[in-house]
């Protein structure tokens, strides 16, 4: 965020606009940041339930199919449902027991919703500044207008008189 204070009473309604789409831009941006958020989250989530699903009882022998890529299945066969390969990162993997693995998922659910938290306060404020960017514009237009209108009624008297 910007720690940069700028009275919006003295921009123009063209300064007041370009001040507008860049609070717009970087709230576009914030949206997305949040999204993107939320959807990993919703994949941690899904690996600590997809966890908890294979480690019950009687779930050792199984088959499934195992994601090789986003779009590619191989067939497999649960041969320890107490064992894990968990996906530490750039592509690194390490085996951890059920609980290690839920609890190493579960921090990574709590950072993103800390994470998350942080990112909608700041979409809040930005909102604020838009809209009070949004009330600026309106107010310096219809300045813009009185003092159009208020020329013109001293150019017509102006005229009046001179007739």
């Known amino acids: 965020m910007s720690s940069q204070k700028i009275d919006l009473t003295k921009l123009n309604p063209e300064q007041l ?13 914030f949206t997305q940041s949040l999204q993107a958020l939320t959807m990993a989250k919703g994949k941690f989530t899904e690996c600590i339930d997809d966890i908890k699903t294979v480690s019950q009882a009687g779930n050792e022998g199984q088959k499934l199919l195992v994601p090789a890529s986003a779009s590619l299945y191989i067939p497999g066969k649960i041969v320890d449902n107490k064992k894990f390969m968990v996906d530490i990162g750039t592509g690194y993997y390490v085996e951890k027991s059920a609980e290690a693995a839920i609890a190493f ?8 919703n800390k994470e998350s938290v942080q990112i909608q306060d700041i979409i809040k404020e930005k909102t604020q500044y838009s809209l009070s960017i949004e009330a600026q514009i309106r107010q310096a237009a219809i300045r813009q207008h009185e003092a159009m209108s208020k020329q013109q009624q001293q150019q017509q008297k102006k005229e009046s008189s001179t007739a």
């Open 17 to 29: 606009n370009a001040v507008k789409q860049q609070f717009d831009q970087e709230l576009q941006h």
């Open 105 to 112: 998922y579960q921090k990574k659910v709590d950072k993103l």
